[in-house]
């Protein structure tokens, strides 16, 4: 009788080390997949978002999308009879959230509107989704506090470097797409994020909330200062890449991922991944990339 021989406790011991070996190594390769497929799904997104503007132009005589307009067929629960404000992105309507974003000056040219919540890399914290729900000044309103992407607030057609005094200081003007004096290299939509501290009535404690309107660094609105300074506000978030990199499209329809700068003044706001974009990091903040003109 031959007697059939099983594993040594070394043998078992030796195999499950193997094991453990290979999950450490596999699981980072795994989790960095996972993040490049997200970011592919995120620039995909962004580039459906610069293409639904120019169809907006197309439609416009070549107009942009401004920042806001009135739509006399929509009717604002606060307003009713005068038409409701629509912004890029959605419009102050009554109703759900879904029919906001339909009627969003740029979402209506697009086929499926979670686009605009549509980056797998980040959530909607719930303290904004909460907020929007009981200020109020707002909650008549079917806010959509998902907006992942911010429209760069130069292109949006304010006039921000009108002499003080000047009638048509701070209206709302959209720029056509003649006047983008170099689309490769003016941003269009990027990664949004902004500090809660910026609104009213806020209570939460995620650090970081979306946002639909991209600022440039703050010196574009306080002409002079010496440093270049994200305004706490509206800036890009840098949610890939480990805090890196934020997906960019640019006006010519082109999308990529770019290093953000890291604007602010005071370290524990730096720590959040708001910044600004510009061709060279790391020569400080400037605002080459966002003055389409």
């Known amino acids: 009788m031959r007697c059939r021989r099983g594993f040594t406790l070394i043998e078992l011991l030796v195999v499950i080390s193997i094991i453990a070996l290979l999950v450490g190594v596999l699981l980072p390769v795994l989790g960095s997949a996972r993040e490049s497929a997200r970011s592919s799904t995120c620039l995909s997104r962004l580039r459906q978002l610069a293409q639904a503007a120019y169809l907006y132009a197309n439609d416009y005589d070549g107009a942009l999308p401004p920042h806001n307009t009135v739509d006399?067929?929509?009717d604002d629960p606060n307003a009713p009879g005068n038409g409701a404000n629509v912004k890029w992105s959605w419009a102050q309507?009554?109703?759900?959230v879904e029919f906001a974003f339909r009627n969003g000056s740029v979402s209506r040219?697009?086929?499926d509107v979670s686009v605009m919540a549509g980056c797998p890399s980040w959530e909607t914290p719930q303290d904004a989704i909460d907020w929007g729900a009981v200020v109020p000044s707002l909650n008549a309103y079917a806010l959509p506090l998902v907006v992942h992407y911010g429209y760069n607030g130069l292109v949006l057609g304010t006039r921000l470097t009108f002499p003080v005094g000047d009638p048509?200081?701070?209206s709302w003007r959209p720029l056509r797409v003649e006047d983008l004096a170099s689309p490769t290299e003016t941003v269009l939509f990027a990664d949004s994020g902004t500090l809660p501290n910026t609104y009213p009535f806020v209570s939460?404690?995620?650090?970081v909330w979306p946002d639909e309107e991209l600022q440039p660094a703050g010196d574009y609105f306080t002409p002079g200062t010496?440093?270049?300074?994200a305004a706490g506000g509206n800036t890009v978030h840098a949610r890939h890449r480990g805090g890196a990199n934020a997906n960019v499209a640019w006006a010519d329809g082109h999308a990529g991922a770019e290093q953000i700068t890291k604007a602010f003044a005071s370290a524990e706001e730096s720590a959040l991944d708001l910044g600004t974009?510009?061709?060279d990091p790391s020569d400080g903040a400037t605002n080459e990339w966002w003055d389409p003109e």
């Open 72 to 74: 006399m067929t929509l």
């Open 93 to 96: 309507i009554a109703g759900d």
């Open 109 to 111: 040219y697009l086929q």
């Open 168 to 170: 048509l200081n701070g």
């Open 204 to 207: 939460g404690t995620e650090p």
């Open 226 to 229: 010496a440093t270049l300074q």
């Open 277 to 279: 974009l510009d061709p």
